[in-house]
């Protein structure tokens, strides 16, 4: 005879599996779902830069953005580096228009003389400027007094397209001979160079990098 007991009878209880409640990163909404997007946004972007190097590879990539959307740029950042010799400024200065020839023949990245024929012309100027002043980024964190701006970002519809310091700042670099460096570009490499923190108040990277920023300060 088979005897066959319950778990109940025997007083035991299978209890459901716990699952831990699953929170969502809240993000600024123009990151979207795409991944390359999402990953610039959570470890780059409104990040405070001092490398030479990397400010000079914002500056050309947000010239390059002009007209297009920053994703496109961003597919093409890995070909830029190899076309661009790393973003090595002393080397950019040095290319040639046979250079420029070569370039406009790479599909890797954006084929725009004005654009390639600038980044060359950048270089040479973001050269003179660290001359003058040591470095590049010695120069352009004077215009936010060498901390990064914070900004009441509620909604995307707050974060502006220009502002006086954009201004300021992208009249400086006319004047030194850059180019691709108005006013609105301009604000878009400070958001990226982490000169100004716009990410949007519920977005979970905003308290980070404003904590650093009062670290920083004390």
């Known amino acids: 005879m088979t005897l066959t ?46 490398d030479d190097r990397v400010l000079f590879e914002f500056l050309t990539l947000e010239g390059a953005q002009a007209g297009l959307s920053w994703l496109t740029v961003l597919r093409k950042r890995e070909a830029y580096r190899a076309a661009f010799a790393e973003f090595d400024v002393q080397r950019v200065a040095r290319f040639s228009a ?32 660290q001359e003058e002043f040591g470095n590049f980024a010695r120069y352009q964190w004077r215009f936010v007094d060498g901390v990064p701006m914070q900004s009441e970002v509620r909604t995307p519809k707050d974060v502006p397209a220009r502002t006086a310091v954009s201004d300021a700042f992208s009249k400086d670099l006319k004047t030194r001979g850059f180019s691709f460096v108005g006013s609105t570009i301009m604000y ?31």
């Not at 007083?11 to 997007?37: I, Q, Y």
């Not at 954006?110 to 060359?120: A, F, G, H, P």
């Not at 923190?197 to 979970?204: K, L, P, R, S, V």
């Open 5 to 50: 007991v319950g778990l109940g009878t025997l007083g035991l209880h299978m209890a459901a599996p716990r699952t831990k409640p699953t929170t969502r990163k809240v993000r600024c909404s123009w990151c979207g779902e795409d991944p390359l997007l999402i990953a610039y946004h959570d470890s780059e972007w409104g990040v405070p830069v001092h």
């Open 98 to 129: 046979q250079r420029i020839e070569r370039l406009m023949l790479d599909p890797g990245i954006i084929r725009n003389r004005l654009k390639l024929e600038s980044t060359v012309k950048n270089g040479r100027a973001f050269l003179q400027v």
């Open 188 to 218: 878009a490499y400070m958001q990226a160079v982490g000169m100004v923190n716009d990410h949007w108040g519920e977005c979970f990277r905003a308290q980070k990098l404003a904590l650093k920023v009062r670290k920083s300060r004390q």
